[in-house]
């Protein structure tokens, strides 16, 4: 990761977890914020408790989006495919149905939960649950982090946000990162 020395996500759901440990495979430290009190939360709703983890009819023309090409090019770098094989090395095994949807093979969202946050910190990941980032800083190197406890920040040299829209309002997606 040449001098990269520290990766911030916001938002630990599927998203903010998988970019998290896709950076520690790749040697980063990563500090993992969310507001919610665990990793995953909105996982444990998803298909109804059941946990659909991806569909293999998903391409480009699927989703609304500016660009279909960029889009593809997502899909091509992290497909359904790759999602199964991340999954698998953290121990969640899958089937798929009739029409593409993917479940675990417990029909737990919540095992998929335990399972990655287990990944996380056997990742060596940093967690810090409970936690609102209130603004983002630029500085000449890297960003700061200011949290709704004034007394605790955080400085990283790369960012990916990942917080969700406003998509589960009672579960912490209210949209209120960027207004």
């Keep these: 990761m040449g001098e990269i020395k520290q990766i911030g996500i916001i ?3 599927p998203a903010g977890i998988m970019a998290t440990l896709e950076a520690a495979k790749m040697g980063a430290d990563t500090l993992l914020i969310d507001a919610n009190p665990i990793v995953g939360r909105k996982l444990l709703v998803t298909g ?5 983890l991806t569909n293999s009819c998903a391409t480009p023309d699927r989703y609304t989006c500016a660009d279909n090409a960029f889009m593809n090019t997502v899909l ?4 359904h495919d790759r999602l199964l094989d991340s999954l698998k090395e953290y121990g969640i095994l899958t089937y798929a149905t009739w029409d593409g ?5 417990s029909n737990s969202a919540a095992t998929v939960q335990e399972a990655l946050e287990a990944a996380l910190h ?3 990941a940093s967690v ?7 603004n983002i800083r630029l500085l000449k190197k890297g960003f700061l982090l200011e949290t709704n406890n004034p007394k605790k920040s955080f400085q990283a040299d790369r960012l990916v946000v990942a917080a969700g829209g406003k998509a589960y309002p009672a579960l912490g997606s209210k949209g209120d990162l960027f207004p």
């Design 48 to 52: 109804n408790g059941r946990c659909n």
């Design 76 to 79: 091509k770098l992290f497909g």
């Design 11 to 13: 938002g630990a759901g």
């Design 101 to 105: 949807w993917f479940y675990p093979l």
């Design 122 to 124: 056997q990742a060596g």
């Design 128 to 134: 810090e649950l409970q936690t609102r980032v209130s």
